[in-house]
């Protein structure tokens, strides 16, 4: 079946610095994967929709210059949280599904728990 | 506007049977997914419905009715390890999902 590989699991890093996530799909091409945050006790929050060769798409809300998203091929996006705060700590999760394949779901990285400090 | 409802918490003992329900209001429908997911980890896909009817795997079922914008998971012969969160999430006109807010299931023995 479909695997998204999602690094780092886990990231500590000082207020101020940048701070990249990998997210891969393994055995498949995603021409889309989405970004996800989710703080403790709630649901995931959609970030942006990212996109192979184009700009991604930020839901309302999501600063696109604070959150940067680069999908530069059709295996790997990565998200940057640049100028970490306290406040951006979370756990960020990937998502992406097999074109053509919806019945088979969307299958999620590992997630990424980012503490900043 | 979009919108997806199923209840905050439930409990159920082990052994037992449970179901879990889902309303939703979306613009367009590709399909209702539940998924499951453990405290600190990332969700995983545990259905598909885009007919109407019901869909059984295992001791998971999922039921769909889009004339109603109704589903539910239904979790037999539970076990502690169903302890989780199951997430409802609608595939909208763009396939973008969206989603539930989960429902948090606390299996007692």
């Known amino acids: 079946g479909a695997v998204v590989s999602q690094h780092p699991s886990r990231v500590i890093c000082k207020s101020g610095t940048s701070v990249k996530i990998e997210c891969r799909s393994l055995?498949?091409?995603?021409?889309?994967m989405f970004w996800y945050r989710q703080f403790p006790k709630q649901s995931l929050m959609l970030m942006a929709t990212?996109?192979?060769?184009?700009?991604?798409?930020?839901e309302q809300g999501v600063e696109k210059d604070k959150f940067l998203i680069n999908h530069a091929s059709l295996t790997l996006s990565t998200l940057t949280v640049t100028s970490a705060h306290p406040e951006d700590s979370s756990f960020y999760i990937c998502s992406a599904r097999e074109p053509d394949r919806v019945a088979l779901g969307y299958t999620f990285g590992s997630g990424t728990r980012l503490t900043v400090v | 506007g979009q919108n997806i409802d199923q209840p905050t918490e439930m409990t159920a003992t082990e052994g037992a049977i449970v179901q879990i329900n889902c309303t939703y209001q979306t613009s367009g429908f590709n399909g209702l997914f539940w998924y499951q997911q453990h405290a600190g980890e990332a969700p995983t896909f545990l259905s598909y419905n885009v007919l109407d009817g019901l869909e059984e795997k295992g001791r998971f079922s999922s039921f769909l009715s889009r004339s109603k914008g109704y589903s539910y998971l239904l979790l037999k012969e539970l076990q502690m390890k169903d302890s989780a969160s199951y997430l409802c999430?609608?595939?909208?006109?763009?396939?973008?999902?969206?989603w539930g807010a989960g429902t948090k299931l606390i299996i007692k023995p």
């Open positions: 990212s996109n192979e060769g184009s700009k991604a798409t930020y």
């Open positions: 055995d498949f091409q995603a021409t889309t």
């Open positions: 999430a609608v595939g909208d006109s763009n396939y973008q999902l969206i």
